[in-house]
């Protein structure tokens, strides 16, 4: 199976590693599209930490530019409040992920953010199975929450930067770090 991976950053994707690096029939890609990531120094200081971790795990890395501007419009037209903003964020990045995995191939795609205790697990899944069907591609789901810790300790020892906030400028503002 030729799997698309969105991937939000290097911790996340270790934790997924975990166990999808044991499937010997997935060949993995990883996708970098986060335009929520903001400001775009964040953007860039989670991709370089992705790269590291990728070429750790010597998995192929496709990289988005910063786009912000469709991430500020996807989330306008919803409410910008915790959760459901996310909910937009989550369908912006799954259908970009799908319509690239379509295009360019892959069998199925998937999210790094499952395997996040903090995001909002059963909507993500959701979502993914709704975009997938619209594009016509599966979506390979797996709960990956079990592997969370595993990816963060690796990370640390990788001496991977770690960030304290979701990423986009309203987790910023909620965090109370300045940037």
């Known amino acids: 199976m030729k799997l698309l991976l969105h991937t939000c950053c290097g911790p996340c994707f270790l934790g997924v590693w975990e166990e ?4 010997s029939d997935a060949e993995t890609t990883l996708y970098y599209f986060n335009p929520n990531i903001y400001p775009e120094e ?3 200081k989670r991709l370089d930490n992705l ?11 496709i990289e988005t530019d910063w786009k912000n501007d469709c991430y500020e419009a996807a989330v306008s037209a919803g409410n910008t409040d915790l959760p459901v903003r996310c909910l937009g964020c989550y ?12 295009k360019e ?10 395997v996040s205790p903090y995001q909002q697990h059963e909507e993500l899944k959701k979502i993914g199975e709704e975009v ?19 990816g963060q ?27």
């Open 51 to 61: 790269r590291k971790a990728a070429g750790a795990k010597k998995v192929e890395l």
């Open 91 to 102: 369908r912006l990045r799954l259908t970009e992920t799908a319509k690239y995995a379509k």
């Open 20 to 23: 999808l690096g044991t499937h």
């Open 153 to 179: 300790n690796e990370a640390k020892n990788l001496e991977l930067y770690k960030q304290r906030y979701c990423g986009c400028k309203f987790s910023l503002a909620e965090s109370n770090i300045t940037s």
């Open 42 to 44: 964040e953007y860039a």
């Open 105 to 114: 191939g892959f069998d199925a795609f998937s999210t790094t953010l499952l």
């Open 132 to 150: 997938g069907a619209a594009v016509g591609i599966d979506f390979y789901y797996t709960d990956w929450r079990p592997h969370f810790r595993e």
